[in-house]
């Protein structure tokens, strides 16, 4: 078990006996060995279920907006006591968009931040781990080697190490915030963040002429089969009622998923994510036909960066990009 | 017909002798796995455990158009065509060749679906072996088998270098083409060969439970605080049922353009609050545990009531690519453990 593990436990253990939390949100075993899963616990006793791996992928702050969504019972007293939420520095800084938007009051949440150095991509770990005969049961202890940064793990005994480079997921690649901003607490030491390209996700496709990017994209959204993956494990999708699913007074996204349809869902949510997507990732890992999201989203972030010097969730103090203005913003339609 | 062997070197000339059929084939696009109309032969992948898609879309397709109408005085209605060309779904898993006839109790039920019924006519289905299986599937245990020939017109048995053919109704009959050029007869050691391969593709199954006693236990479960609790990370996506082989429920809607327009089915998933919510606002199934709780009860107690079938062929994909590791196997099996507490 490594120490940030044990002090994961140790802080909700602590959290929840009090009563300072109403409940503790963190990551558990998975169903097999390349992935882990949420787990929402109530009880001090469960908190050996929670884990830190590098396969802790999921943003868990999608359970904040749910937990906001929530109206109590007729009659009840709302429960406002803060959930305990262990955080990545990129899930944190979805919070704190959220703190931002008024969506999620900070006295409502308690965040565990975690210096993040990167997790594993579990359809490349599977990969991986195939290619050297572990099979998805077999005892795998992985652990994050700081110095050497390899992701290792233990399979019959024999000792298997993956380089970090290959099972990372892309967006941790990229990723220049490796420490939460906003916490309750700190687990870890501060890493040093790292100068990488930011956007190399999006190089080629800016350099494509615009028939090569329409054609790139067009055989893409063809694929979408519009399951709304992405939308729903996205913390910034938090709308009561879509827009793409609103029927009345008109339908503006049909139900049709056809090349052109598609483009307008997945374009709708790259127009409403520019400024306030965190590059957590989420969406591209959990689409099923394998649309490179990101690549649409990184694309608008760049655009905010350029005109508004705005990055996403890195100020709790400053306005949502959108929701302000200033006499010197660019205008190009004057 | 007899059992024959295919040399693998000749799948080209065989697929140009079936130029009279529209042929759809497992392709790689990008990291995916799908089956897409077969343009080359030589793009067709047949390594992989499964693709991502089932190919239910070449009978129930994910957007279908039922009528066009045109709001003039006569009110003039134009219904969609009929599928009619003859169609190949080439390299068919055994598990989704089954979920076809579990489709078919449904939309050959109360109401012959024609739409459907045209497609599935057309079509002929080549199975092919699964010969290493992932570690999410789970097939044995809900009545499959990695060689199954259920559903089947053709299955195909990869023997390394030539695959054994055994064809199993007549218009898997149709395909066989040339024999005496294309085919031979097998051998012994074929059939020794192939009987080898499936016991060893039977053996790695290795998820599996026992589905004996989940459905009356369903039945206890309606009420229970359990799917309060399972539901509590599900994040509410449509990626378990949309890449169900069996799930087949589909929205009826109007693509309205002032006037003209048309009426299309598209696939639909229970695990949206819009699948039921009513005109009045109110929703019967307001939270996630009610819509998670039905999926597993539509699928283990519903349909079986209804049509003496599982509506889960094993294939794995919903524990494969659910976003949060909600795991089908495991759920069915705390079913069978959770104890109701009278309160």
């Not at chain 1, 494509?208 to 694929?223: G, H, N």
């Not at chain 2, 206890?220 to 990626?239: A, H, M, N, P, Q």
Request: glycine share 6%; proline share 5%; with cysteine.
């Amino acid at each position: 078990m490594s120490k940030i593990e044990d002090e994961i436990r140790g802080i909700a253990k602590k959290l929840l006996e009090e009563g300072k939390v109403k409940y503790f949100t963190g990551y558990a075993k998975g169903p097999d060995s390349f992935r882990a899963r949420p787990i929402i616990i109530d009880d001090p006793k469960d908190v050996d279920k929670l884990i830190w791996s590098p396969c802790c992928v999921n943003n868990l702050g999608v359970y904040l907006v749910d937990e906001m969504k929530k109206k109590p019972k007729r009659g009840e007293e709302p429960d406002t006591r803060p959930v305990g939420i262990v955080t990545k520095a990129c899930d944190a800084r979805g919070i704190t968009v959220l703190h931002q938007e008024n969506i999620l009051p900070k006295e409502r949440v308690y965040v565990i931040g975690i210096p993040c150095r990167g997790m594993a991509d579990p359809e490349k770990l599977e990969k991986h781990a195939r290619k050297k005969g572990l099979g998805h049961d077999a005892i795998y202890n992985m652990d994050i080697k700081e110095e050497k940064m390899m992701f290792t793990g233990e399979a019959e005994g024999v000792k298997v190490a993956f380089p970090r480079e290959e099972v990372l997921l892309d967006k941790c690649k990229e990723c220049v915030h490796h420490n939460p901003r906003e916490y309750d607490i700190v687990i870890g030491k501060r890493i040093e963040n790292p100068h990488v390209d930011k956007y190399a996700t999006i190089r080629e496709l800016e350099d494509m002429s615009l028939e090569e990017r329409e054609k790139f994209w067009e055989m893409i959204f063809e694929r979408c089969i519009r399951c709304n993956a992405c939308k729903e494990v996205c913390p910034m999708c938090y709308c009561e009622e879509c827009t793409v699913e609103k029927a009345k007074p008109m339908r503006w996204c049909s139900k049709s998923a056809d090349k052109s349809n598609n483009e307008f869902f997945h374009l709708i949510r790259a127009m409403h994510l520019v400024g306030r997507c965190i590059d957590c990732g989420e969406c591209e890992r959990v689409c099923p036909m394998a649309i490179p999201l990101r690549k649409l989203y990184r694309k608008m972030a760049k655009e905010a960066e350029k005109l508004y010097s705005y990055e996403a969730g890195l100020n709790p103090e400053e306005d949502p990009v959108f929701a302000t203005f200033r006499v010197d913003d660019d205008d190009e339609f004057e | 017909m007899d059992d024959m062997i295919i040399k693998k070197d000749k799948l080209p000339k065989w697929s140009s002798e079936l130029s009279d059929y529209k042929i759809f084939a497992p392709h790689r696009e990008d990291d995916v796995v799908i089956f897409k109309e077969m343009k080359n032969v030589n793009k067709v992948v047949l390594h992989y455990a499964n693709s991502v898609m089932p190919p239910k879309e070449i009978f129930f397709p994910q957007t279908q158009e039922l009528f066009k109408y045109e709001k003039s005085p006569e009110m003039k209605v134009s219904e969609a065509e009929l599928p009619l060309e003859k169609v190949l779904l080439f390299g068919v898993r055994p598990c989704d060749a089954r979920s076809f006839l579990i489709m078919d109790k449904l939309f050959y039920w109360d109401y012959e679906d024609h739409l459907y019924k045209q497609a599935r006519d057309n079509t002929v289905i080549i199975g092919l072996t699964c010969t290493s299986p992932h570690h999410n599937c789970f097939c044995t245990s809900v009545g499959g088998k990695p060689y199954s020939n259920e559903g089947l017109d053709v299955l195909m048995t990869d023997l390394g270098d030539r695959y054994y053919v055994e064809v199993l109704t007549e218009k898997g009959e149709d395909v066989i083409r040339k024999p005496d050029e294309l085919f031979s007869k097998p051998t012994d050691k074929d059939r020794k060969e192939r009987g080898e391969i499936w016991e060893k593709a039977e053996s790695e199954v290795t998820k599996n439970v026992e589905v004996e006693g989940v459905h009356d236990k369903l039945g206890e479960l309606f009420e229970s605080k359990y799917w309060d609790e399972k539901s509590r990370t599900c994040v509410g996506c449509g990626i378990c049922s949309f890449l169900c082989p069996t799930c087949h429920c589909f929205d009826i809607t109007d693509e309205d353009c002032g006037n003209c327009g048309r009426r299309i089915r598209t696939w639909d998933t229970c695990m949206i609050p819009e699948y039921t919510v009513h005109a009045s606002g109110y929703n019967p199934r307001p939270g996630k545990k009610n819509r998670l709780k039905n999926r597993v009860f539509h699928k283990f107690r519903y349909f079986p009531d209804r049509f003496d079938a599982i509506a889960c062929v094993g294939c794995g994909r919903c524990i494969s690519k659910c976003p949060v590791g909600i795991d089908i196997v495991e759920t069915l099996e705390e079913v069978k453990e959770v104890e109701e507490v009278e309160e």
